[in-house]
């Protein structure tokens, strides 16, 4: 069982930057994918980025990519999303999951998550 903790969620104008952390409960973290989406009002929830067990490899969105960065501190059980360049399509609330699929292409669904948090919201202004 692993139980999700995201923070860091505001209120920000566009062009800046916020960082998002996702504290994980349990010893098990580092055997977990870590994957953040978004949901914004209205829409379905969707893949923004995800980290590899090691934490090697990473996987954005095209919407996000060169502006946003995933990583992860398994001694810590934590998982960041530093976010640069806010735009006002970038508001949603951002959710932490966790998955053992080890095929990569799962990382992007939503049904492919074993865990998630409960979400923090983010809100860029213009």
């Known amino acids: 069982q692993v139980q999700l903790v995201e923070s860091g969620g505001g209120l920000v104008q566009a062009g800046g930057s916020l960082r998002l952390s996702c504290a994980a409960s349990g010893r098990t973290f580092s055997r977990y994918a870590m994957v953040w989406f978004r949901q914004a009002p209205r829409k379905e929830r969707e893949f923004v980025a995800a980290i590899s067990r090691p934490g090697g490899n990473t996987y954005y969105a095209d919407s996000v990519k060169d502006r946003f960065t995933i990583s992860r501190d398994n001694a810590a059980n934590t998982v960041y999303l530093q976010m640069n360049s806010l735009k006002p399509e970038d508001t949603a609330v951002y959710y932490c999951?966790?998955?053992?699929?080890?095929?990569?292409?799962?990382?992007?669904?939503?049904?492919?998550?074993?865990?998630w948090g409960k979400g923090t919201l983010v809100t860029v202004s213009s």
């Open positions: 999951a966790a998955t053992s699929s080890r095929v990569t292409s799962d990382y992007r669904r939503v049904s492919a998550m074993d865990y």
